[in-house]
């Protein structure tokens, strides 16, 4: 009997045979949902699209079904058939999970089977996986190993509208991995036995100059050519059109109800209290529906979601059945279902969002949005070389698309928190990333990548060439780049390896000849994820007393050391007598005891055993500086030297790289005692320019540690 290939056949009714079966009405209500999607209607005619054009840009309004199902669509399509994987790309890591786990639920699959995600430390793919899902910096991390992306069928990177600088770096990378990939197609269609197929790609290779990289294709596959798919959310397509050489755009017809917009009379000083009165006035006085509400970060979504359940406890039992869902970018993956699932009878959602709920996820059920017209963003100061996170006033293109989520199911009503006045000075749009970021990631990436010509990278909106100058001079202070503008070898070479910014990298590789990279690894993952402690406006007493059980004198950094061992030493004891389940439950408590926020503290154990793993691989020595903190703090102040500040008589610091004047954070353990010299890790904006997260340093280590920057000619 012929053997059979392993193939997966699509049975009349659109599931997958042979796989796991779900729940018989969830499913059908799924299909009933996908059928009704706006995309459905044009399934046949965008598989022809792709297969008659080798890019693509497709046009659609949020929740039309992009995301979800087009990668469905070509997979039965045939575009996986020789073994090729279909990637999408996604800026946050939040869409990339939820995604992932939804398609794969529509499939009747486990997620990591033949649908998966790959987000930075988390990889739920397996060698069946033929839809991935991924993060756009992924992604370009994956280049670094693979060149050609040969896995690669279809790449689909989705939300090119929010033109983050990983979006934009992508965009240039694929439009030369997509020439390179047609060329050598071309020519492995003359050649016929594997040797001359490898002289081919070494043609092309060659062809491509000094720089380019030659990689055997994965898996010994032939390189087919790489369909690209741009997707995007905006009605404009002509900038991506033209920047692929008139590449076709397609529009797919979105489905939209009225959407009341309502303005406040004047403008609001605390838009956080102005939510908070409109999210309780549209649950006690509206009909039916669930509430979305815009804010800014982790932090402040959690002390909102505090506060109203503090009010809620005011109201009268009956008026109590109001369900808080916060969904931000590092929410733990099991954690985010609870969104998207529908309340139960008689209960409103209201659904506590960055601006992820802006167009990357789609939530179904919302009616009322609320938006204060604030973002946080990342904004660059090329004079001073200094990145900063600032909350800043959204673009009319977001404004519009925010109030579009509560008009997807029925007529809707959004609650603009400003004066119909303020939204006549919005930007149109917002500007890319790549704009108003600091480069020296992208850098360092592009330079491993053999593109040595920063400027002359084909990007499709171009840096200040100041912000490409200042980052290329840090990398350079860093070590990570020599004097001709090449990656060093081994820093520059380790750094580009790591998936970290480029001075937490320089921290790790320093601190490994330091003797203190035990030290070095908890403090870069609890520097990786927000606000470790949380204090709740009404007990703030409570929790600084809380706060000091940890509290090092020497700075934040220290601080965090001593939380971080605190909870592993309290969860091994907890081990001891309880099953691990339990053990975690533990911990949680001791957590809300202790004023620590418990999603990010696990957030930072799971960072911490990721860039373990990165580290051991590069061979680097994980010692303890035991209780010798001096090294520790030595090998900060070898690492963070740009971010180093002075005290000035007012209190306040200038951070001596750009003469920037700054406060320290309030939350700081810092804040009173105020050192002479510090180094912080990042500077947030908001009225104030404030710097977070601070080690107290000796003034003189800085010329000694680091010449290059402080040098005593200087
Ligand atoms: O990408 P686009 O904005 O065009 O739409 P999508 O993300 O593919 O969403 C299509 C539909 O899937 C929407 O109606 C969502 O409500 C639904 N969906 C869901 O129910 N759960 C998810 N985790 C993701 C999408
Ligand atoms: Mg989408």
């Given at each position: 009997?012929?053997?059979?290939?392993?193939?997966?056949?699509?049975?009349?009714?659109?599931?997958?045979?042979?796989?796991?079966?779900?729940?018989?009405?969830?499913?059908?209500?799924?299909?009933?949902?996908?059928?009704?999607?706006?995309?459905?209607?044009?399934?046949?005619?965008?598989?022809?699209?792709?297969?008659?054009?080798?890019?693509?840009?497709?046009?659609?309004?949020?929740?039309?079904?992009?995301?979800?199902?087009?990668?469905?669509?070509?997979?039965?399509?045939?575009?996986?058939?020789?073994?090729?994987?279909?990637?999408?790309?996604?800026?946050?890591?939040?869409?990339?999970?939820?995604?992932?786990?939804?398609?794969?639920?529509?499939?009747?699959?486990?997620?990591?089977?033949?649908?998966?995600?790959?987000?930075?430390?988390?990889?739920?793919?397996?060698?069946?996986?033929?839809?991935?899902?991924?993060?756009?910096?992924?992604?370009?991390?994956?280049a670094l190993l693979d060149p050609y992306l040969s896995k690669y069928s279809v790449i689909i990177?989705?939300?090119?509208?929010?033109?983050?600088?990983?979006?934009?770096?992508?965009?240039?990378?694929?439009?030369?991995?997509?020439?390179?990939?047609?060329?050598?197609?071309?020519?492995?269609?003359?050649?016929?036995?594997?040797?001359?197929?490898?002289?081919?790609?070494?043609?092309?290779?060659?062809?491509?100059?000094?720089?380019?990289?030659?990689?055997?294709?994965?898996?010994?596959?032939?390189?087919?050519?790489?369909?690209?798919?741009?997707?995007?959310?905006?009605?404009?397509?002509?900038?991506?059109s033209e920047y692929f050489g008139g590449a076709r755009a397609v529009h797919i017809q979105g489905?939209?109800?009225?959407?009341?917009?309502?303005?406040?009379?004047?403008?609001?000083?605390?838009?956080?209290?102005?939510?908070?009165?409109?999210?309780?006035?549209?649950?006690?006085?509206?009909?039916?529906?669930?509430?979305?509400?815009?804010?800014?970060?982790?932090?402040?979504?959690?002390?909102?979601?505090?506060?109203?359940?503090?009010?809620?406890?005011?109201?009268?039992?009956?008026?109590?059945?109001?369900?808080?869902?916060?969904?931000?970018?590092?929410?733990?993956?099991?954690?985010?279902?609870?969104?998207?699932?529908?309340?139960?009878?008689?209960?409103?959602?209201?659904?506590?969002?960055?601006?992820?709920?802006?167009?990357?996820?789609?939530?179904?059920?919302?009616?009322?949005?609320?938006?204060?017209?604030?973002?946080?963003?990342?904004?660059?100061?090329?004079?001073?070389?200094?990145?900063?996170?600032?909350?800043?006033?959204?673009?009319?293109?977001?404004?519009?698309?925010?109030?579009?989520?509560?008009?997807?199911?029925?007529?809707?009503?959004?609650?603009?928190?400003?004066?119909?006045?303020?939204?006549?000075?919005?930007?149109?749009?917002?500007?890319?990333?790549?704009?108003?970021?600091?480069?020296?990631?992208?850098?360092?990436?592009?330079?491993?990548?053999?593109?040595?010509?920063?400027?002359?990278?084909?990007?499709?909106?171009?840096?200040?060439?100041?912000?490409?100058?200042?980052?290329?001079?840090?990398?350079?202070?860093?070590?990570?780049?020599?004097?001709?503008?090449?990656?060093?070898?081994?820093?520059?070479?380790?750094?580009?390896?790591?998936?970290?910014?480029?001075?937490?990298?320089?921290?790790?590789?320093?601190?490994?000849?330091?003797?203190?990279?035990?030290?070095?690894?908890?403090?870069?993952?609890?520097?990786?994820?927000?606000?470790?402690?949380?204090?709740?406006?009404?007990?703030?007493?409570?929790?600084?007393?809380?706060?000091?059980?940890?509290?090092?004198?020497?700075?934040?950094?220290?601080?965090?050391?001593?939380?971080?061992?605190?909870?592993?030493?309290?969860?091994?004891?907890?081990?001891?007598?309880?099953?691990?389940?339990?053990?975690?439950?533990?911990?949680?408590?001791?957590?809300?005891?202790?004023?620590?926020?418990?999603?990010?503290?696990?957030?930072?154990?799971?960072?911490?055993?990721?860039?373990?793993?990165?580290?051991?691989?590069?061979?680097?020595?994980?010692?303890?500086?035991?209780?010798?903190?001096?090294?520790?703090?030595?090998?900060?102040?070898?690492?963070?030297?740009?971010?180093?500040?002075?005290?000035?008589?007012?209190?306040?610091?200038?951070?001596?790289?750009?003469?920037?004047?700054?406060?320290?954070?309030?939350?700081?353990?810092?804040?009173?005692?105020?050192?002479?010299?510090?180094?912080?890790?990042?500077?947030?904006?908001?009225?104030?320019?404030?710097?977070?997260?601070?080690?107290?340093?000796?003034?003189?280590?800085?010329?000694?540690?680091?010449?290059?920057?402080?040098?005593?000619?200087?």
């Amino acid at each position: 009997m012929p053997s059979m290939a392993t193939q997966n056949f699509r049975t009349s009714n659109g599931n997958f045979q042979n796989e796991a079966k779900f729940d018989p009405t969830r499913r059908q209500k799924i299909k009933e949902q996908r059928k009704s999607l706006p995309i459905a209607a044009v399934e046949k005619r965008l598989v022809e699209e792709v297969k008659n054009n080798d890019t693509l840009i497709i046009v659609g309004e949020t929740g039309s079904g992009k995301t979800t199902q087009l990668p469905q669509y070509l997979y039965y399509g045939g575009f996986c058939r020789e073994g090729g994987v279909i990637g999408i790309t996604q800026p946050r890591r939040v869409a990339a999970v939820s995604v992932a786990k939804r398609v794969a639920e529509e499939c009747g699959v486990a997620v990591g089977q033949k649908v998966g995600y790959a987000i930075r430390f988390e990889d739920v793919t397996s060698s069946s996986t033929m839809i991935k899902y991924m993060t756009d910096g992924l992604l370009l991390r994956e280049a670094l190993l693979d060149p050609y992306l040969s896995k690669y069928s279809v790449i689909i990177v989705d939300e090119a509208h929010e033109r983050t600088v990983h979006t934009d770096v992508l965009l240039g990378l694929l439009k030369s991995v997509k020439e390179k990939r047609s060329k050598f197609a071309n020519k492995a269609l003359n050649i016929n036995n594997a040797n001359s197929l490898k002289n081919g790609l070494q043609e092309v290779a060659e062809h491509d100059g000094p720089g380019s990289t030659f990689l055997k294709p994965c898996h010994g596959k032939r390189l087919s050519p790489l369909k690209l798919i741009i997707m995007s959310a905006s009605l404009d397509a002509r900038g991506f059109s033209e920047y692929f050489g008139g590449a076709r755009a397609v529009h797919i017809q979105g489905r939209q109800y009225p959407v009341d917009l309502l303005y406040t009379l004047q403008p609001e000083t605390d838009y956080v209290d102005a939510a908070l009165i409109t999210i309780f006035q549209i649950h006690l006085e509206e009909r039916d529906g669930d509430i979305l509400v815009f804010l800014t970060g982790q932090e402040e979504i959690e002390s909102v979601e505090r506060l109203i359940h503090e009010r809620l406890r005011q109201l009268p039992e009956g008026n109590r059945k109001l369900l808080t869902c916060p969904i931000f970018s590092s929410l733990p993956s099991e954690k985010q279902n609870k969104v998207f699932r529908l309340a139960p009878p008689g209960v409103r959602k209201v659904i506590l969002a960055t601006n992820i709920a802006e167009t990357s996820v789609t939530i179904p059920g919302i009616r009322y949005v609320i938006d204060p017209g604030v973002v946080k963003a990342r904004t660059y100061d090329p004079d001073t070389g200094i990145e900063s996170l600032d909350i800043v006033k959204t673009s009319k293109a977001q404004a519009l698309q925010r109030s579009g989520r509560a008009g997807r199911e029925a007529p809707g009503k959004c609650y603009r928190l400003y004066p119909e006045s303020e939204f006549g000075k919005f930007e149109d749009s917002t500007t890319p990333e790549i704009k108003r970021c600091d480069l020296s990631n992208v850098i360092l990436v592009l330079k491993a990548l053999g593109i040595d010509d920063i400027a002359g990278f084909d990007f499709i909106d171009k840096p200040n060439r100041i912000s490409i100058i200042r980052s290329l001079e840090s990398l350079f202070l860093l070590g990570a780049l020599a004097e001709d503008g090449k990656l060093t070898d081994p820093i520059g070479q380790q750094m580009a390896k790591l998936p970290l910014e480029p001075v937490f990298s320089k921290a790790l590789i320093l601190a490994s000849q330091f003797n203190c990279l035990e030290e070095m690894l908890i403090v870069i993952a609890m520097l990786s994820v927000e606000s470790i402690f949380y204090a709740p406006r009404e007990k703030l007493e409570e929790s600084r007393t809380a706060l000091k059980c940890f509290s090092s004198p020497e700075g934040d950094h220290l601080t965090l050391i001593n939380v971080y061992r605190a909870s592993v030493e309290f969860l091994e004891k907890s081990r001891l007598t309880n099953n691990n389940e339990k053990a975690e439950k533990n911990l949680r408590t001791w957590c809300k005891e202790n004023f620590i926020n418990s999603r990010s503290l696990s957030h930072a154990r799971d960072v911490h055993s990721q860039i373990k793993r990165n580290v051991e691989q590069m061979g680097l020595k994980i010692t303890s500086c035991g209780d010798d903190m001096l090294v520790f703090r030595r090998c900060l102040a070898a690492s963070f030297f740009l971010n180093a500040a002075l005290k000035q008589p007012d209190g306040a610091y200038r951070i001596l790289s750009s003469d920037l004047t700054v406060q320290i954070h309030p939350s700081s353990v810092l804040f009173r005692s105020k050192p002479e010299c510090i180094i912080f890790d990042r500077l947030v904006r908001t009225n104030n320019s404030y710097i977070r997260n601070i080690c107290r340093v000796d003034y003189l280590w800085l010329p000694e540690l680091a010449p290059q920057c402080y040098g005593l000619s200087e």
